[in-house]
């Protein structure tokens, strides 16, 4: 099988899992806010999850980045005993790493809440305390399942980590609407422990099927190892810099009104929909083989598969983006509006959401690009980067929060995030001379004015029916042909105004084809 074939049918897989999940996804959250809305408890499960999601994403998604090129690297040499040997060590140390952490930070969860949630007092501080002591043992599960899913990936088994995220959304509507209804926002929080625990060990089945054995011995001086944390410790680094990003908008949330910590998270929620559907799925099937091509020194094919991707990225996720600016205050109503969630809310979580809009194709376009760098084993420019755009997002949050309130928050972070997508692309054309992101210029623009014109119609149709039309029932076809015509035409404009778009997309559905046919 070629290398596009394999890349496609992954991403393909990967997508149709990630659709499920996220649909689910959108399921918990409606769930969710039905029951908690977003006022003061919401806010403090929140923050409560703020800490051990950001360790998480630390050293988790540092160890990720680099676990796989070293694997593959190993793999590629025949050696693959070594690579789960390695594996083998890497995930005993971050296991005991997690655990360790769990138990103090149970211990200083007061201290905890104070460095994430500054602007929180009274009764809502001693939630989110609480909440904290429940969720902390949650980076555990998280790590181990972010382990298999990486190594099971690195082995092309895509279908079983992606269905994993839906095993994970499916046990939290489970427990928030029985241990969430039993013991009300505790029950929630110890549900999504329990969740995440699901979510682990449904891969490790197929972690020992693919060849992985589990032996209680850590092999420290393995040469494999070393180049982990060597590489590993940037990248932690890098990510932590990105996170502070999370950080500032926590603590800066957490002097605002009452709620704006949930809009943000419920806004945050929308826009990870797309993300997950789009990218997630195309960016986790193409490392492995970019992780391939690097150790084999192709530098055009690592090119040409990431443009291309970048390409595929840009097609579904910028008019996304101008769909969710044109339609926020709808959809938001449409998903979340029922039970506890009020009329201010959704006010809220829409100026919240369109904002974040903004910012879309930045987010999506930096998780591919910043594996463009760990497959060349370069964990230290994304690093250098980050510092700077922390200052921006910093600078940008203390200007727009005096104006926008929490919504200047989301404008910020957009704003953060298309500045990175810029420098991301500017230093890796260093590294891939081969790298010709004028092409990628010329289609983008191709894009934007297809989207522009999908924004219109979609606009148009939204407020000739928002007079016409009454209830749930009549919001969701309101919506739903506005989302129809807005696609219909950007469809039509862009293959009018790309011949390549359209060759893109004989492309894959040539390969859809002979994929069906077993080619």
Known sequence: MTTGKLIFKATLLIAFFNLISRVLGLLRDVVIAHQFGAGFQYDAYQMALKMPNM??????????????????????????????????????????????????????????????????????QALTVD????????????????????????????????????VNNIFIIIFALTLGSLYDIQGLAL??????????????PALIKAGFRFRPALDLQHPGVK?????????????????????INGVLASWLPEGSISALSYADRLIQFPVGLFVLALGTAVFPTLSGQAAEGNREALSKILLTSMKVV??????????????SRPIVTLVYMRGEFTQEAAVMTAAALLFYSVGLVGQASVILLTRGFYSLQDTRTPVKLGVVIVLINLA????????????????????????????????????????????????TLAILV?????ATASYAVNGALAGWVHGAAGLAIQVGL??????????????????????????????????????
């Open 55 to 124: 360790l998480f994403a630390i050293i988790s998604g540092a160890l990720v980045t680099v676990v796989v090129p070293v694997y593959t690297e190993y793999a590629v040499r025949g050696e693959k005993e070594e690579a789960w040997k390695i594996f083998n060590t890497v995930l005993i140390l971050v296991t005991l790493f997690y655990l360790a952490t769990s138990v103090l930070g149970v211990v200083g969860a007061p201290l905890l809440i104070k460095l994430v949630a500054p602007g929180f007092k009274g009764a809502t």
């Open 131 to 166: 909440l904290a002591r429940i969720v902390l043992p949650l980076m555990i599960f998280a790590g181990l399942a972010s382990l298999f899913s990486s190594l099971l990936n690195a082995n092309n088994i895509f279908g079983l980590p992606a269905f994993s995220t839906s």
């Open 191 to 204: 549900g999504a422990v329990l969740a995440m625990a699901a979510m682990a060990l449904v891969q490790f």
């Open 227 to 247: 180049k982990v944390y060597f590489l590993a410790l940037p990248a932690a680094i890098g990510i932590a810099v990105n996170q502070t990003n999370v950080y």
């Open 314 to 327: 840009m097609v579904g996720i910028i008019p996304a983006s101008v769909g969710l600016m044109v339609l």
């Open 396 to 443: 940008l949050s203390l200007v727009f929060i005096r104006y926008l309130q929490h919504a200047g928050l989301a404008l910020a972070n957009s704003l953060a995030n298309l500045t990175y997508m810029i420098l991301l692309l500017g230093f890796l054309k260093k590294k891939i001379p081969c790298l010709r992101e004028g092409r990628l210029f010329k289609f």
């Open 450 to 454: 297809s989207a522009g014109m999908m």
């Open 482 to 519: 506005a989302i129809t015509a807005g696609i219909l035409v950007y469809v039509a404009a862009f293959f009018a105004l790309s011949r390549e778009a359209a060759r893109l997309f004989l492309r894959a559905a040539r390969q859809a084809v002979s994929g069906r046919r077993g080619d």
